[in-house]
């Protein structure tokens, strides 16, 4: 359901131009791209924890049937070489003296085809000298056992913030609340698993790469550096992208065994991998531990925050610093915090690497501080929204260096408050409570912070037919770019929608790019597209002068037609201009212009959720779920409204089902469907979403990202209002997700039926 949703001048609400050739079984993924003489990679991966590698016996697996060579950290030294682009300390292709987690890459079987490499994968032997594991923060603090000897420590990273009087602050609070706050492991689990595919040409001496990333230009990079290619010989081509949610987005060790194996055997190879590869060799996130403090006035003004917190990484840094650094920026969340202390330690464990996953840092931050304000509320006795709306952050234009760029925060969540009716929805709540029935609300806000950095391109050339094609290094993995970027150029250029032709995920495209992360593609390739389309409307211009035998400042476009001012009847239309180059043999006219910006956009939003809690079952039922969100001017309200809600079901898996545990032995116990529970359509609840857009003025369209908004408070709402559901039974939750198992132990000691 859709309410206020808002078409900004250049937005429309239309259906998705990618979705009839999807729907009809037509995308075209990595797994899709075959060549008849192409060889298969099938990777060994580690079956311990933390171990030191004694033998690779590989002997049985080369004589097998249809294989080209096995390959390890010893025999081929160049994949035991550090992965470019990786943390501190980074991990190689290849495990070479030990493993440090259950899934890392310790060999790499090729053969003619997978099922012949999977056979003989099968046949290699290894033999390890087993490790003590580290299987959580506690154990990697007491440095008992050091997961990387040289680096003296099981902390990889560190961060420290102070902000005004910082700890000192609490000495001066009425009331400081204090709280363990800790959410689990996730794995992002996109619908298309990870795979690539690479040819060697040595003739051109090029490597063309197919590859499921988001990311075609950091792909580039990195390849180019690990085989000392010069990056102009090196094409990357992200085709139809199953899902990335920021798991895509990195460096892995497949990227350079397959590009080195390709480069080397000047054959064509592919790795493609499975739902086990999804789970044991794609980075995870989230997994943090928070000790927190809040100091308040009596009346509920917050004047400190003080939070010293652990992320659990994994065996290698990875990419895991940037959701370990992010998580700072969002801790304060939309509030007015004058004073606040934070720490944070980065630790190294035996488990798969973390990296970026949708929100990135944004969930964490959040969760933190809407679990303490929630907390403070119910130690002072003040209801939880107005903790809330009394702390709201206000920014004000035009102020001297704001902490978020624009967005009536507390209008907007008033705007939530009479949607729902409170009032009524507690007097609602207080009569179920006494017929033995546990109803809770949750509301929590958050702020999402997007693009803020970089750049992106746009290239607009005019093909022979007449359409506009646009190349951007932005890369679509369901977004809707394809009709989002089209309804940019063709409402700047006034002309029809079909006309418009996007190109994305491709290095020949356009001449540099960043990518799709972080919700920075309509603001980034977004006003690229639209001051690109105004100066390449100038370069058409031209050509049409000299068609017309004008002078330039003469032309006239108007309704899809050029004419000499004060001639309407002699028109030219983009075929028939493209046409006339042809004919005299001229390029195709083109331009390329690029948007940059170091100012962060930044969204609001709030959500409500009520819920029910059966606590003999100790089960959750979601009821009714309402979300108003400000995402600045929208250019489709359709493909925005699906990002915010489809963002929102993904976290309320994380925030009532998915988690990747793990035993004392470093072994995952949730690796597969069968153990890792995701949500489906009978645990979602019926979505309203109302728009507040306010123009944002961090960019010259005013757009804010949307593809975040949704995950960022969720698992905090749920949390939330579960916990309020069990108000009389005087139950406070401190960790995500609330799994049945969880909240049963929960209850335990509060329903004498249990």
Not at 701 to 723: H, M, N, R
Request: aromatic residues 8%; charged residues 20%; glycine residues 10%.
């Amino acid at each position: 359901m859709f309410e206020g949703s808002v078409a900004g001048p250049m937005g429309r609400p239309l259906a998705r131009v990618e979705d009839d050739r999807l729907l009809r079984g037509q995308g075209r993924y990595v797994s899709d791209i075959v060549e008849a003489d192409q060889w298969t990679v099938v990777l060994v991966r580690s079956t311990h924890a933390h171990a030191r590698i004694v033998e690779i016996d590989t002997r049985a697996a080369e004589q097998s049937p249809g294989v080209h060579g096995v390959f390890t950290a010893a025999n081929t030294p160049d994949l035991g070489r550090p992965m470019p682009a990786d943390g501190q300390p980074p991990q190689s292709s290849l495990a070479t003296d030990r493993v440090r987690y259950v899934g890392e890459p310790v060999a790499a079987v090729m053969a003619d085809n997978r099922y012949l490499a999977e056979d003989a994968a099968e046949l290699v032997t290894i033999t390890y000298e087993p490790l003590t594991p580290i299987t959580n923060i506690e154990e990697a603090r007491r440095a008992d056992v050091l997961l990387h000897p040289q680096l003296h420590s099981n902390e990889a990273d560190s961060i420290e913030e102070n902000i005004g009087l910082g700890r000192a602050a609490l000495e001066r609070s009425d009331i400081v609340v204090e709280a363990t706050l800790s959410m689990g492991r996730v794995s992002a689990q996109p619908m298309e698993p990870r795979g690539i595919h690479a040819v060697y040409s040595p003739k051109s001496e090029d490597l063309t790469v197919h590859y499921a990333t988001q990311s075609v230009f950091a792909a580039r990079e990195r390849i180019a550096e690990f085989l000392s290619l010069d990056k102009e010989n090196v094409r990357v081509i992200a085709p139809d992208v199953g899902g990335g949610f920021g798991a895509k987005n990195g460096a892995y060790p497949e990227e350079f065994i397959v590009t080195w194996l390709a480069y080397h055997y000047h054959h064509p190879i592919k790795w493609a991998g499975d739902r086990f590869d999804e789970f044991l060799g794609t980075s995870h996130e989230r997994e943090q531990e928070h000790h927190v403090k809040l100091g308040l006035r009596n009346d509920g003004t917050i004047l400190a925050f003080v939070d010293e917190y652990y992320q659990d990484n994994g065996g290698y840094t990875s990419r895991g610093a940037l959701p370990f650094r992010n998580t700072v920026r969002n801790l304060l969340g939309p509030y007015d915090i004058p004073n606040a202390y934070i720490h944070g330690h980065l630790m190294l464990t035996c488990k798969v690497p973390q990296a970026p996953y949708r929100g990135s840092g944004r969930p964490q931050g959040h969760y933190v501080i809407e679990r303490i304000l929630d907390r403070a509320a119910d130690t002072i006795g003040m209801d939880r929204v107005d903790i809330r709306l009394k702390n709201l952050y206000r920014p004000y234009p035009g102020s001297a260096n704001p902490r978020y760029d624009t967005g009536e925060y507390a209008e907007t969540m008033q705007r939530l408050l009479e949607h729902i009716d409170l009032k009524a929805l507690r007097a609602r709540q207080r009569e179920e409570w006494q017929r033995d029935r546990y109803l809770g609300i949750g509301i929590a806000n958050y702020v999402e912070i997007s693009a803020g950095f970089g750049f992106e391109g746009a290239r607009l050339t005019l093909l022979e037919d007449g359409r506009v094609q646009l190349g951007t290094g932005a890369v679509a993995h369901g977004q809707g770019h394809q009709t989002a970027l089209a309804q940019i150029v063709s409402e700047t250029l006034d002309i029809p929608f079909d006309q418009v032709v996007v190109r994305e995920g491709d290095t020949a495209m356009v001449g540099r790019g960043i990518g799709t992360f972080g919700s920075r593609t309509m603001i980034m390739a977004g006003n690229a597209a639209t001051e690109g389309s105004r100066q390449f409307l100038e370069e058409l211009k031209k050509l049409a002068a000299t068609r017309l035998e004008a002078h330039v400042d003469d032309i006239v476009w108007q309704a899809s037609h050029f004419h000499v001012k004060g001639v309407p009847s002699l028109a030219l239309s983009l075929q028939d201009l493209a046409g006339y180059a042809t004919e005299k043999g001229l390029a195709p006219v083109t331009h390329e212009s690029y948007f940059q910006s170091q100012k962060p956009a930044t969204g609001f939003g709030s959500h409500a959720l009520m819920v029910e809690v059966d606590i003999h079952k100790a089960a959750i039922r979601l009821l009714d779920y309402v979300i108003i969100h400000d995402g600045g001017r929208i250019v489709n309200p359709l493909l925005a409204n699906g990002q915010v809600i489809g963002g929102t079901v993904q976290g309320l898996g994380s925030a009532l089902l998915e988690e990747m545990i793990y035993d004392d032995a470093g072994q995952p116990l949730t690796a597969s469907f069968m153990d890792y529970l995701l949500p489906g359509s009978a645990e979602m609840p019926d979505i309203t979403l109302l728009d507040a857009n306010i123009l944002s003025a961090a960019n010259p369209e005013g757009i804010k990202g949307v593809g975040e908004a949704g995950i960022i408070p969720s698992q905090a709402v749920v949390v939330s209002a579960v916990e309020d559901a069990l108000q009389p039974l005087s139950v406070w939750i401190n960790h995500a997700p609330v799994t049945s198992k969880r909240l049963f132990q929960a209850l335990a000691n509060k329903v004498s039926a249990l």
